[in-house]
């Protein structure tokens, strides 16, 4: 049934995930996603340095409400809206002997989902969030590009890697992914694994809660250093949607220096994060699209509204629009709706379902109200908005589709839930590590710092790379180009092929052990474990056997992350990776070697980030040349048109341009490039719009900031090929404007491409891994 209903929703929104009885998963791009670009504000709270015996100052209305000012103010500055997040008071926490102030309490939860009949977990929130409001209080975990994910023919474990997709592709973005990850792998064979909020709500056309747009800094790959770093590609670059401003210390806790100032020793301010004093504003990437209350589950549009043609049992298993729209133009028949009273017996209420929609009876009748006090609820609901018919209309189905979940309160989720907001990542204080995971909250011992459903790769053998358009059968270790990122988010054994990859922030967490204290005397401070109790079906899985798991195309197993002593807020949580990965760390550091890092080399990051005119290296000089960098290459906003499929100077092929003077070449194949430039003050904001075609930079123009520019096609599968790209002619633009060129990095020349990059998984501990799981035999 899973895969049937996969399949489907794949078909209808280009990899949208179906929804997981076991687990809800993640979806593509909702198909009415959009980007909302009010910013918010985080409201700091400032604690005494540890160590220095400073007593936290006080916290109280004014310091509040002067923070809120500040948004307010900055938002009139900037010209854009402020949204402030929901706050909710803080609370003390004692770590040792220092009482430090703890943020607001969490308000982000995995719970037992409220759908029926599935019984897996949703995502629930214990606050009110307004529309346009974030839901997270701080970053999401990182993007993870999965490679080649889908290729399954022709490829060595073929059925395993089958089986993998078919996973997988439950879980992970094939739309709304960033342009820079597509430039990476343009072909259409990268999948964008983010786990966390990408990877976790669950299903509903009806009350569809959440959107999300990509960070506007969505790739940072200055994180460590190309000459020295052997931790060079060994991370994602890629950023979680919900991380506009990692940089930026995100933690409520900040600490005051011993003159009484703000220490601001990690704070990075892109040009569009703003920071006022302990106020810092951020773009936030997941939104309310409505107005939810606290104790909702919160859902994700995957696209998948509409009952197919075919019989497919597992819809009728499943509520859908249709349902909700046939329950909606009955309930139109009662009082105060309509002229007929509420039907006092079941059979009248059934008679009057239409036997001819495409809805299923007997969901419609769940869905009727059955007594007066069913009717009086949902007529409240719609009184909400009897100034707008449409969203009265709405709220109409809104009400009916609450009346077949099965309702939470806040004090059950918090009971029953654990809490999903704990860790958020930040440059970690280990140096080659990337980012790490950062209590956000105070945890106890024993507590439970993140639960961790996990998917599971039965052979990470499946994970290796290869080249291209060869038969990779032929000779798989002539082939072999490397192995896939995600391994390094994983945990494994190294006697059992089996990887488990969480689908929560669990992948920050970095290592440190009590043998080699990278993190301090004290070692880590917390530990990996089995699900304790939460997820019951885990218990039975632990007993199938690895070729029953790999046919499952939905996660089954689930681990958590618990602390083994009192962490602070802001403090970094660590992990002991085990002892083969020690090793394996320290014999790559051992043989590693840098790159070639060619004179005036800039990351990305750098080069989207400096001010001044373009360098010399990224321009050619000559209407005829394109520049071939190392790493990068230049892309343009680039606004199609007419020209692009029919424009009759580019009608004719022409393979003697080159042999054209350069007065000739601008008379037949330029023209005026000052409209390609982005619709909103907010400049390369959507970073998923397929609106950047690769291009040349050829001169500077004479007015500042100004530069002509040749385009070339776009390699992406779903632009149309230019009718100038047909032909073999250029398209050269004048007048174009700096700000409308970005820079990304070159198609497998990314640092996670490199020759010789780590790759291990993360150890799980000994004894958690059953017997008949260890199917490796030893090397000697």
């Known amino acids: 049934m899973k895969d049937e209903m996969n399949a489907a929703m794949r078909q ?86 220092q009482e430090v102030i703890s943020q607001p309490q969490c308000g982000i939860w995995m719970a037992p989902s409220s759908l029926r009949p599935f019984s897996g977990f949703g995502i629930f929130t214990t606050r009110n969030v307004l529309l346009g409001e974030p839901f997270l209080h701080a970053p999401d975990a990182v993007s993870v590009q999965v490679l080649e994910a889908r290729r399954t023919t022709d490829m060595p474990l073929q059925e395993s890697r089958k089986w993998w997709w078919k996973l997988i592709k439950n879980y ?82 900040q600490f005051v220096d011993e003159a009484g100032r ?114 009086e609820s949902i007529l409240a609901a719609v009184n909400e908005h009897a100034f707008d018919p449409d969203l009265a209309e709405k709220a109409l189905l809104q009400a009916l589709a609450r009346r077949v979940l099965e309702p939470k309160s806040v004090d059950w989720i918090r009971k029953n839930g654990i809490c999903l907001e704990q860790l958020v990542p930040k440059k970690s204080t280990l140096p080659d590590a990337g980012l790490g995971g950062f209590a956000q909250y105070g945890v106890k011992k024993d507590e439970i710092i993140v639960p961790a459903p996990v998917l599971q790769v039965v052979d990470k053998n499946i994970l290796k790379l290869y080249k291209r358009d060869v038969n990779v059968l032929k000779d798989p270790e002539a082939y072999e180009i490397g192995t896939g990122l995600i391994m390094n988010y994983c945990f494994g054994h190294p006697k059992s092929s089996m990887l488990l990859c969480p689908l929560t922030s669990a992948v920050l967490l970095n290592h440190c052990s009590s043998r080699t204290k990278e993190c301090g005397p004290d070692g880590p401070n917390a530990a990996v474990r089995w699900s304790s109790g939460w997820d019951a079906p885990s218990y039975e899985w632990r007993n199938k056997t690895l070729e029953e798991i790999e046919q499952h195309p939905w996660r089954v197993l689930s681990l958590e992350v618990i602390a083994t002593r009192d962490i602070a807020p802001g403090e970094e949580v660590f992990i002991d990776y085990g002892v083969e990965w020690e090793k394996a ?31 010399e290296t990224f321009i050619s000089g000559d209407l005829r040349k394109t520049v071939d960098h190392p790493y990068l290459f ?111 990095v070159k198609p497998e020349s990314a640092d996670q491409m490199l020759p010789g990059v780590f790759r291990h998984p993360i150890g799980i501990p000994d004894g958690l891994y059953p017997d008949h799981w260890l199917n490796v035999q030893e090397s000697g």
């Open 12 to 97: 209808r929104t280009g990899g949208a995930k179906a929804m997981d009885g076991s687990l809800g998963p993640s979806s593509s791009a909702p198909s009415d996603s959009h980007a909302v670009g009010e910013d918010g504000c985080r409201l700091f709270f400032f604690c005494g340095r540890s160590g220095q015996g400073r007593k936290p100052p006080s916290i109280g209305t004014i310091t509040l409400v002067l923070s809120v000012a500040f948004c307010a103010v900055g938002g009139l500055l900037w010209s854009r809206p402020i949204v402030p997040f929901s706050f909710e008071l803080s609370s003390k926490f004692s770590v040792g002997t």
């Open 634 to 744: 230049t892309a343009c906003q680039y606004i199609t048109s007419g020209t692009d499929s029919h424009g009759s100077r580019y009608s004719s092929p022409n393979p003697d341009w080159p042999k054209l003077t350069d007065k000739e070449i601008l008379a037949q194949y330029s023209s005026d490039g000052a409209k390609h430039v982005y619709s909103t003050d907010k400049g390369y904001a959507k970073h998923s719009d397929y609106s950047h075609w690769p291009c040349t930079v050829l001169y500077p123009e004479k007015e500042e900031g100004k530069y002509m520019v040749r385009i070339h096609q776009s390699p992406f599968r779903k632009v149309d090929e230019a009718v100038w790209h047909k032909n073999g002619v250029p398209r050269i633009l004048t007048n174009f404007s700096q700000e409308s060129i970005h820079y990304f």
């Open 585 to 615: 760390w320290a014999d790559h550091v051992n043989h590693w070697k840098s790159p070639d890092v060619p004179p005036g080399f800039l990351t990305a990051q750098e080069a989207n980030l400096q001010e001044g005119p373009i360098p």
């Open 262 to 375: 703000i220490d601001l020793q990690d704070f990075v301010s892109p040009q569009h994060c703003r920071v006022f004093g302990s106020v810092v504003c951020w773009t936030p990437d997941f939104v309310a699209k409505r107005n939810v209350k606290a104790g909702e589950e919160i859902f994700l549009n995957y696209g998948y509204c509409k009952r197919s043609k075919q019989s497919r049992s597992w819809e009728e298993t499943m509520y859908m629009p249709e349902d909700f729209q046939e329950a909606s133009r009955i309930v139109k028949m009662f009082e105060p709706f309509g002229p007929m009273p509420l039907p006092q017996n079941n059979v009248s209420l059934a008679n009057l379902i239409d036997s001819k929609s495409n809805a299923i009876p007997r969901h419609v009748y769940d869905i009727l109200p059955k007594t007066e006090k069913d009717l």
């Open 172 to 253: 992970v973005w094939t739309r709304g992914v960033p342009d820079h990850a597509r430039y990476s792998h343009p072909t259409g064979l990268m999948s964008d694994f983010q786990p966390g909020f990408g990877s976790l709500p669950n299903h509903h056309c009806i009350l569809n809660s959440l959107t999300h747009r990509v960070p506007q800094v969505p790739y940072v790959d200055n994180l460590v250093d190309r000459n020295s770093s052997p931790g060079l590609g060994a991370f994602s670059y890629t950023l979680g949607r919900g991380e506009s401003c990692f940089k930026l210390r995100l933690l409520v806790v």
